[in-house]
């Protein structure tokens, strides 16, 4: 790649005539200091707060990086790619970095925190009411901005306050005729409204003691009972109900002799087990060559009838004496500035078999979307309606910036128009399209909306539910990773990672054909 | 005569561009409001779906409007600068990594979002509790989220259009002694403005129907955008009763992108021009 001459000039440095300071230049200098140190005073007291030293210290070292490559007159291209990065590495790049991190654990429902978490939740989890234990009376109260409890034991009256460090004496609240507090020194009582509102927090909250816990059954009582799980770091096991479930790192998971698991299990790395799966588990392959071939199909009658569409309209519009353009244009764009969202359920409403618009029209009774056929005519149907005002705009737009003088020669060199159109105009757009099909090709290809608003995979085969006519990779991965068995983000990561590379793989082939087109016609 | 065929043409393919709009004014209009006594022509004319949108009280319809029109006004302008200055160093300087970094912005798209989607609403629920002005429910925080995207096939296509815009004109300015920053503010922007206006209509468009990750972001009535309002506005039960209101809200929701896409054909069809083909 030629290095361009105004570089090279700058790359000499002397023969540059000296840039004096103006005053745009350091009022340009100023501005970004002044916004640099308002986003750090206004970012940076939360983060001390809350103790969060390794975001502390990424944020401190971007503002320097970015202070640096503004005042400084070098990395000129940093200082213009650098504002959309930010963004783009913030909330695109490390979300699909961290979901393919997440293709190699267990991470899913059962799988959410870490060990010490699951240990915490499966011994709270199994806490009973230990025999012959009092059965308190709770008021719950604030104290400050935390939840406590007020306990009156039944038998002494003595009012006790718990909250999640433990049990002290309370002197002074006044009890009312129910056995509850009314009103107590340091804390406020909260009323029965508002203890409702709080439900889940109550619920949450244990109070330890010295043989077990404290928990509230209800809104206005509380028992003292045992976990009757109870872990054992010296076996690194935990005990109760007569068994006793040992901890499998490879599983995430405390196992018992008889291969059983306790419900609550952490997050653990399982290596490449969530690819191995998409692979041999035999629900997916079975499915997987059917789904990935309609996905094709899917995705490519829609670029190529959205294009095809698109482009004949404008090469209709395109000739100098056509008349009515402005109207046409306004008309033919239409689609695309209704909601795109609002008109997939419209149209999943057009196609109903009872009162649908489009079995009115024709007068015919047709299950459109009830029928793998005809469900996958319609959907294609839809998205090309809602595609192809996006071709037109951008071929009417590609289509003048070819000079006439091209196609008028080619047809004073006798070509008929067909030929000039497939061997001059047909080259020229697709150079500069292809860039655009290659991107409508991978939206489609992972096209949520078009399918879960309107047939939502459907139609499903009386013998295999799992898997219905009109279904996408990607409607499909996503009813399996978060559907019946509960959530499974490692598993449906591993999977996108899959999507990612085939859609990836056929782009670049599309893509290194164009470049050698470019290079024969551009 | 080969105009008459041009002209049938595309009157199909307007037909067929507008025919379910027409369904959707039919049911805008229709007095019963319901999805089953709609036809594709109307069978009585009145503006009570409108007047019952307006004045809903469980369905906040112009604190909705107001919220997407800002959203997507904002967003778009943003993005567009974001995009703009991208594809300035993408078009006229020559550095590492010019290539894949062009590259890598198709790539990054093509990863299913649904599961980036997890990601963003573990990031959002730390923001929200050391920042709540940019956390849930925010405008301000979803403006962000949206400016991920503001690099991606938009700046391939302004990328294409500085192509086209002849290099000679920077030279001469900095022969004059004009910055780079000078450049790209009096030299390069006025001459971009059409590719502008195209994208800031895609932009525009794209933010106003944008429902993933609005609808995980939005959850508080007041604060939602149209497109998350009105997909519950026909969730569940409420399919055939609300059909006259969801189909009037549809209507309005296009009238602002109608509106831009008049503002800026002036400039669209010569922005285009260039836009995708290098002269």
Known sequence: ?522 | MKMALRHVFVLLVCAFAVFPILFVVSAAINPMGTLASTDLLPTGASLGNVADLLTSDTYPFARWFFNSVFIALVSSFAALLLSMFAAYAFSRMRFAGRRVGMLALLLIQMFPQFLAIVTIFMIFTEVTELYPAFGFNTVWGLLLLYLGGALGVNTWLMKGFLDTVPKELDEAATMDGATHAQIFWRVIMPLVTPILAVTALLAFIGTMSEFLMANVFLRDPESKTLAVGMYGMIAGDHRNANFGMFASATLITAIPTVGVFLWLQKYIVSGLTAGAVKG
């Open chain 1, 1 to 522: 790649m030629a290095v361009d001459v105004r570089e090279a000039a700058r790359a000499q440095g002397p023969g540059r005539p000296r840039r004096e300071i103006t005053t745009a230049f350091v009022v340009s200098r100023i501005a970004v200091l002044a916004v640099a140190a308002a986003i750090l005073l206004y970012a940076v007291p939360p983060l001390i707060a809350a103790g969060s030293w390794v975001p502390l210290g990424v944020l401190a070292a971007a503002s320097a990086a970015i202070a640096y490559l503004y005042l400084t007159r070098r990395f000129v291209a940093a200082k213009y790619l650098i504002p959309g990065t930010v963004f783009l590495l913030a909330f695109q790049v490390f979300p699909v970095v961290y979901t393919v991190t997440t293709a190699f654990t267990n991470f899913g429902d059962g799988h959410r925190g870490d060990k010490a978490a699951a240990v915490e939740a499966i011994q709270t989890g199994s806490v009973r009411q230990a025999p012959g234990s009092p059965e308190y009376t709770m008021t719950a109260a604030l104290r400050g901005e935390e939840l406590v409890f007020l306990l009156v034991d039944p038998a002494t009256k003595q009012v006790s306050l718990g909250s999640a460090e433990g049990l002290s004496r309370l002197d002074g609240a006044r009890l009312g005729a129910t056995g509850k507090v009314l009103s107590a020194p340091g804390v406020s009582v909260l009323t029965a409204p508002q203890a409702a509102a709080r439900g889940q927090e109550i619920s949450a909250l244990a109070v330890p003691t010295a043989g077990g816990l404290i928990k509230a059954n209800g809104l206005s009582r509380a028992v003292e009972g045992k976990a009757t799980l109870v872990y054992d770091a010296a076996c690194d096991c935990v005990r109760g109900n007569g068994d006793t479930w040992t901890a499998d790192e490879s599983q995430g998971y405390f196992v018992n002799a008889r291969g059983e698991h306790l419900a609550q299990g952490w997050q653990v790395n399982v290596g490449l087990d969530n690819f191995l799966r998409v692979l041999t588990n035999p629900t997916i392959s079975g499915y997987f060559a059917g789904v990935l071939g309609w996905n094709l199909v899917f995705a490519l009658a829609s670029v190529l009838g959205c294009f095809a569409l698109g482009m004949s309209a404008a090469l209709a519009l395109h000739h100098p004496r056509m008349r009515g353009t402005r109207v046409y244009r306004i008309v033919l764009i239409l689609p695309y500035a209704m909601p795109a969202f609002a008109m997939l359920l419209v149209w999943r409403d057009m196609f109903n078999r009872d009162f649908g618009l489009i079995n009115q029209l024709l007068g015919t009774e047709i299950d459109w979307l009830g029928g793998t056929m005809t469900a996958r005519f319609g959907v294609i149907l839809v998205n090309l309606w809602l595609g192809f005002p996006y071709m037109f705009l951008v071929t009417t737009g590609a289509l003048q910036a070819i000079p006439r003088e091209l196609t008028e020669a080619a047809a004073i060199d006798g070509a008929t128009p067909w030929r000039a159109f497939r061997r001059v105009t047909l080259p020229l757009l697709l150079v500069a399209l292809t860039p655009l099909l290659i991107s409508a090709f991978a939206f489609n290809f992972n096209n949520y909306n078009a399918i879960a608003l309107t047939t939502e995979g459907g139609p499903f085969p009386a013998d295999s539910p799992q898997v219905g006519g009109t279904d996408l990779l990607i409607t499909y991965t996503f009813r399996l990773a978060f559907g019946a068995g509960g959530a499974q983000f490692g598993f449906a990561a591993a999977i996108s990672v899959f999507i990612f590379a085939i859609v990836a793989v056929i782009s670049a082939v599309a893509f290194r054909r164009s470049r050698k087109q470019e290079e024969i016609y551009a």
